[in-house]
Each structure stands twice: as structure tokens, then as C-alpha cells.
């Protein structure tokens, strides 16, 4: 099956840009999907198709995909960011369709 | 707006049975493939299983399979886990999920905020 791989933990300070990465074979050939779990809170979508933004997402929320990786980049990061991040595919070439990341702990320093 | 509610979860022994229900509304329930998903404490997202708008293709994760049936009944905007030979290992919050399409799922646009199921003697 397919697999999806993330650093279990990005820091950084307020102001800066985090970017988290996932990790998969010819990645860049699917489409890539974030989410975003704050503690006692069900995930919630920020990026889906590689780089596209729901509604109500700040622009400081961005994606990209290519080759083996896909970066989800947050700018300018605030205090209100830190939670926890897991990328999604869809893998269609087996019968475990939905495939999530482990998951990254983004911490604001 | 959007709600999906989750209902069923609790404290059961294992090797015993309990079904979970998700009740939705704020949009045609039977245009879209709805998942159940979970998340063990302190762990990730697991997918668990899928159902189309119309039950034709359904999917579950290989921890699951023989054990757990979904179901949906478009008519009560509802969506099902059947989930029977507990073990301790399926103890975790259980989110409800809606994807964005009737078939292939893709991505989740809308979770519920779950239900806890234990599973201990």
C-alpha cells in the first residue's frame, strides 16, 4: 500500500515560514491534501489538490508537489498555527483509497 | 451549514459489538461518499472505511476488514459502523467525514467532531 512519510515535528518562530513536507513515491503524480488538527479539535482542511485553498483560509497557507515530495508552506506563521498537520492522498491503485501522512507537530517558538 | 454528529461510542469489553452512527445534515446527504475515520490517543489519523452515494463501492483498512460493515441510509441522511470483535487496539475517537465527491472520495471537506469508543475489560 501506499505510503505517505512527515518529520514528526517542525519549530519555528513567529513571523517566519514553516514548511512541512510528505513524502511519497511519484507523490507528484497524485494529488495532495492538507489538514490541520488544533488539540481537542477535529481536523479541518487548509490545502487541497496540491495548492488549492478552501474558503476562509488565510493566503498565508500555500502547497506544492513534485517528484517525491509535497511541502505544505505556511508564511508569516502565528502563534494560532500551531497544531498538528497531516497530508492525504487518494491512492486509487489499491483498495486502501485513503492514505494519510503521520502527521507533523508544528510548534511556534 | 454543514453538520455531521456522531453518536454510539462508549466503554465495551472485548470481543463485543457496537455500531456508530453519524447523523448529517446541511447538504444532499446521498450526492456524497461519506468515511469513518480514526484516531487512536495520542496517535494520527486512521482511515477505517468508505461508502459511495449509493453503497455500490465500499472500502475498509485492512485492521478492520471482517469485523466492521458501514452502512448508509440515504433516506435518514445517516452513515453507520457496524463494529463487532472489539479489540483493544480500535480504541479511539471515531470522526465522521463527508468527501467532496459521490464516488471517489479524493478529500474530506467536513468531519464531525467524533465519538469516543473504549474498548477495555
Known amino acids: 500500500s501506499y505510503v505517505l512519510t512527515q518529520p514528526p515535528s517542525v519549530s519555528v518562530a513567529p513571523g517566519q515560514t514553516a514548511r512541512i513536507t510528505c513524502g511519497g513515491n511519484?507523490?507528484?503524480?497524485?494529488?495532495v491534501h492538507w489538514y490541520q488538527q488544533k488539540p481537542g479539535q477535529a481536523p479541518v482542511l487548509v490545502v487541497y489538490d496540491d495548492s488549492d485553498r478552501p474558503s476562509g483560509i488565510p493566503e498565508r497557507f500555500s502547497g506544492s508537489n513534485s517528484g517525491n515530495t509535497a511541502t505544505l508552506t505556511i508564511s508569516r506563521v502565528e502563534a494560532g498555527d500551531e497544531a498538528d498537520y497531516y497530508c492525504?492522498?487518494?491512492?486509487?491503485?489499491?483498495?486502501?483509497?485513503?492514505?494519510f501522512g503521520g502527521g507533523t507537530k508544528l510548534t511556534v517558538l | 451549514e454543514v453538520q455531521l454528529v456522531e453518536s454510539g461510542g462508549g466503554l465495551v469489553q472485548p470481543g463485543r459489538s457496537l455500531r456508530l452512527s453519524c447523523a448529517a445534515s446541511?447538504?444532499?446527504?446521498?450526492?456524497?461518499?461519506m468515511h469513518w475515520v480514526r484516531q487512536a490517543p495520542g496517535k494520527g489519523l486512521e482511515w477505517v472505511s468508505g461508502i459511495s452515494w449509493n453503497s455500490g463501492s465500499i472500502g475498509y483498512a485492512d485492521s478492520v476488514k471482517g469485523r466492521f460493515t458501514i452502512s448508509r441510509d440515504n433516506a435518514k441522511n445517516s452513515l453507520y459502523l457496524q463494529m463487532n470483535s472489539l479489540r483493544a487496539e480500535d480504541t479511539a475517537l471515531y470522526y465522521c467525514?463527508?468527501?467532496?465527491?459521490?464516488?471517489?472520495?479524493?478529500?474530506?471537506?467536513?468531519w464531525g467532531q467524533g465519538t469516543l469508543v473504549t474498548v477495555s475489560s
Open positions: 492525504q492522498v487518494w491512492d486509487s491503485s489499491s483498495d486502501h483509497h485513503v492514505v
Open positions: 511519484n507523490i507528484g503524480s497524485k494529488s
Open positions: 446541511g447538504f444532499t446527504f446521498d450526492d456524497y461518499a
Open positions: 467525514a463527508k468527501c467532496v465527491s459521490g464516488g471517489s472520495c479524493y478529500y474530506f471537506d467536513y
